[in-house]
């Protein structure tokens, strides 16, 4: 699943696609829904949507194969798979030109606030881009491990309702599900799958940065591109390694981002594994055949419309308006639908999101600087 994130989240914590879970406080979250009208929504009727339609037809694949009678994930309020279908049917025979009045017929908004407080943080995430070989030589020495056989990933949710979205990892022993190895005794070769390798990179500030990402297309040294993605955790709690820096006296608050937790990184070989090791999260990957990178819902994410929420929260499959600072100088506000189709570590509270850029030098900057704040509303069935 997905993905990791972005940039702010190496301060904050970390989109993955699935990451671990880190609340970055104890305040517990009081989400609230205020209903509203489509014509109270900034910038309502100036989004060119087209880029939404094949967003939320995937959405809509996956929710037409669900029980009728099923709950609509964690959010209440969103009803059960049964209110939707009926929406996505129509949907895939609408005509695109008739999409603003068909959600307006179909849908109603609904601001989304924390005891009220309706503005919260907006970050981005990619996906990255590496060189590899599937043989180790020269400078490809730095592996990617795929899953092991060993890993047991338990979703909480499955036996406490109010762990819903919470998950565990690690290893049975003597019929006792016991921690997994932490990212530094993975990352040494102290662990007994490290043979399990997917592909070897020739960065391991590259492979650091893929794991936060949570996907990446590796450009092998034979002329062809793999697709990876996430496809499991060891369990430990992601820890920003830019929280780390800024502690250290490092970094400020002010100067922190991808980009110059990166050239830290480059510029001090020497305390870069140990700093990197402060993060005891491990990310595995696998080979993506086609479409991708496969977000946290189980589908390919869009560029632009893919959003990353609290999944212990927040529903997948939810169009969501959103209204949020230029995430870089020059740029328009975010006034536009996405679809929450992911999740993250870091991405915790009820007004709260990773905006997914795509692929390409252009989408690593946006996402590596964007610290934008914003508000949302969701779209839920009439």
């Known amino acids: 699943m997905r993905y990791f994130l972005f940039v702010f989240l190496l301060f904050v914590g970390a989109c993955t696609t699935t990451p671990s879970s880190e609340k970055t406080d104890d305040k517990p979250v009081d989400l609230r829904l205020t209903e509203t009208r489509f014509s109270a929504l900034p910038g309502w009727g100036t989004d060119d949507m087209r880029t939404f339609i094949p967003a939320f037809e995937k959405s809509c694949a996956r929710i037409l194969k669900k029980p009728a009678t099923a709950q609509m994930g964690p959010l209440a309020e969103a009803?059960?798979?049964?209110?939707?279908?009926?929406?996505?049917?129509?949907?895939?025979?609408?005509?695109?030109?008739?999409?603003?009045?068909?959600?307006?017929?179909?849908?109603?908004?609904?601001?989304?606030?924390?005891?009220?407080?309706?503005?919260?943080?907006?970050?981005?995430?990619?996906?990255?881009?590496?060189?590899?070989?599937?043989?180790?030589?020269?400078?490809?020495?730095?592996?990617?491990?795929?899953?092991?056989?060993?890993?047991?990933m338990v979703q909480l949710g499955d036996f406490r309702d109010h762990l819903k979205g919470e998950r565990i990892a690690g290893r049975?022993?003597?019929?006792?599900?016991?921690?997994?190895?932490?990212?530094?005794?993975?990352?040494?070769?102290?662990?007994?799958?490290?043979e399990e390798v997917l592909v070897w990179v020739d960065d391991p500030v590259d492979a650091f940065f893929v794991q936060i990402q949570g996907s990446g297309v590796v450009q092998l040294d034979n002329g062809q591109a793999m697709r990876i993605g996430y496809a499991g955790q060891n369990g430990h709690v992601y820890y920003a390694i830019g929280r780390e820096l800024i502690k250290r006296g490092e970094l400020t608050k002010e100067n922190v981002s991808m980009q110059s937790i990166r050239a830290w990184l480059e510029n001090n070989p020497a305390q870069a594994d140990e700093i990197m090791n402060t993060n005891a999260s491990y990310v595995f990957f696998r080979k993506l055949d086609g479409e991708g990178p496969i977000g946290g819902e189980g589908i390919a994410l869009t560029a632009g419309r893919s959003l990353a929420v609290d999944r212990s929260l927040l529903s997948y499959g939810l169009p969501v308006w959103t209204d949020i600072e230029a995430p870089y100088e020059g740029a328009a506000p975010l006034r536009k639908l996405m679809v929450a189709q992911d999740t993250g570590g870091a991405i915790r509270g009820a007004v709260r999101g990773d905006v997914f850029w795509g692929y390409g030098d252009h989408a690593e900057s946006v996402a590596g600087s964007m610290k934008s704040r914003g508000q949302y509303w969701l779209l839920l069935p009439r």
């Open 172 to 194: 049975v022993i003597d019929g006792n599900l016991k921690p997994y190895e932490p990212r530094a005794e993975i990352v040494a070769g102290q662990w007994p799958h490290n």
């Open 79 to 152: 009803g059960t798979y049964g209110d939707w279908q009926p929406i996505c049917r129509s949907f895939v025979n609408m005509k695109p030109q008739n999409l603003r009045s068909f959600l307006e017929n179909r849908f109603k908004p609904y601001l989304v606030s924390d005891a009220g407080d309706k503005e919260g943080l907006f970050t981005g995430y990619y996906e990255a881009s590496l060189k590899g070989s599937l043989k180790p030589y020269g400078v490809y020495k730095t592996p990617l491990h795929q899953r092991p056989d060993d890993l047991v």
